[in-house]
């Protein structure tokens, strides 16, 4: 009988089941090791046992935060989280609504640019991943969960498997990934989002479509989508290689200028410039582009 099952490939992203199960395992492991603390008796130590008891109950809190987003990730309900922990429906989604959104929107756009004060007192960006608990890095992560768990179930004499995390986890089919990828998550952080974040969105739909094409039920017009992606995504590089090469020849005022003509009253979040102190440029943050010639900053 023939095989129709999708593949799986090893640059596919984790499902968020997965990822939500390895942010709890993460807290869990977290968590364990802070207990570990309690068991010894120090007679040379002044302890302060009801202050590291109250930081394991505020973190044991983050452990039942990440194991109800697990069950919501999974279908479940407010009524489901609220019936097995004894409370309300509304009771639940008051205590873990903000747990839950945050998570959602951390999953929908993992990296992030914000605007913060600099030492200089001006504005500056700064761009960073806010998954959760191992989840920015979920192979090497998982990785050390692995060792983790096979060194303490080989001390308790348990049989755990040769991968007791990493091999529970699951990556997305080109199927499925190709349903979660959107450039929707840009258009919420930009306005008009910068051509290179565009042409990425582009190539892997293009990367999803050939997998698609060489699967097991080959979509009939895959490879033509798969052409389409790779013409957009060549537009967009174009385009991104352009803005590049006009910024190193302008003036910070200029490209500010020049962001205000293409994209009048559009361009807000991570539009930011803040100076390069051994060139003396500026970086814009939406074009991805250091403006004005290198030049020596003393």
Known sequence: MEDKTEPTYEDAPYTEQSLAQLA???????????????????????PRPVEDAARFVRRAQELLDRAVIVEKVGGASWEDIGDTLEITRQSAHAKFRQAVEEWEEAVK????????????????????????????????????????????AQADGRDVGERPVSGGLARMTPLVEMMSLSSGPLFDEFASPPPH?????????????????????????????????????????????????????????QHAS??????????????????????????????NVWIGPETSGS
């Not at 709890?24 to 002044?46: E, P």
């Not at 009939?220 to 910024?247: E, G, L, P, V, W």
Request: proline share 6%; glycine share 4%.
């Open 24 to 46: 709890l395992a993460a807290t869990a492991q977290d968590l364990a090791d802070f207990l570990i603390g309690f068991v010894a008796v120090w007679s040379d130590y002044n």
């Open 258 to 287: 020049e962001h205000e003509r293409r994209w009048p009253k559009k361009i807000w979040g991570p539009y930011r410039t803040f100076p390069d102190l051994a060139t003396a440029r500026d970086w814009c943050a939406h074009c």
């Open 109 to 152: 756009r993992p990296i992030v640019t914000e605007e913060i004060y600099g030492i200089s007192g001006g504005l500056e960006t700064r761009t960073y991943n806010r998954m959760p608990a191992g989840t920015a890095t979920p192979d090497e992560t998982a990785a050390y969960l692995d060792k983790w768990a096979l060194a303490h």
């Open 197 to 253: 974040l565009l042409a990425e969105i582009s190539e892997r739909e293009a990367v999803l479509w050939e997998r698609l094409a060489a699967g097991p039920r080959p979509s009939r017009d895959a490879k033509k989508h798969a052409a389409a992606a790779r013409q957009k995504a060549a537009t967009y590089r174009a385009q991104d290689a352009h803005t590049k090469s006009i910024a190193e020849t302008q003036a910070p005022n």
